[in-house]
């Protein structure tokens, strides 16, 4: 099983950008389908984006396609979630989640693994 810490979140206003980092130990990250979701406070946990094993391909959530972008070092066994202009609307708790999957999958359920979270704060 993979154990997965985030990083990199904090309070920024409205147009800025931040990156998260998702440091993964304990199995290569390469074996595993990454994935970004985030939750706002009094709402489900949403899929934000993901990338395959391999860093192929990548597939994002239609509020965020322009703006966020996601990449992977296997070799560090990091993942990245770039955010840009960012809107206050973006205001959630952003985890990264890891399944043994060769496609990008986007509930919350097929996902085998998830970090603790790192929270994002856009103001207006």
Do not use: H
Not at 19 to 25: D, K
Not at 105 to 115: C, E, F, K, Q
């Amino acid at each position: 099983q993979v154990q997965l810490v985030e990083s990199g979140g904090g309070m920024v206003q409205a147009g800025d950008s931040l990156r998260l980092s998702c440091a993964a130990s304990g199995r290569t990250v390469s074996s595993y389908t990454m994935a970004w979701f985030r939750q706002a406070p009094g709402k489900e946990r949403e899929f934000v984006g993901g990338i395959t094993r391999s860093g192929g391909s990548t597939y994002y959530a239609d509020s965020v396609k322009g703006r966020f972008t996601i990449s992977r070092d296997n070799n560090q066994n990091t993942v990245f979630l770039q955010m840009n202009r960012l809107r206050p609307e973006d205001t959630a708790v952003y985890y990264c989640a890891a399944v043994l999957s060769t496609v990008v999958l986007i509930s919350t359920r097929d996902y085998d693994a998830w970090g603790q979270g790192t929270q994002v704060t856009v103001s207006a």
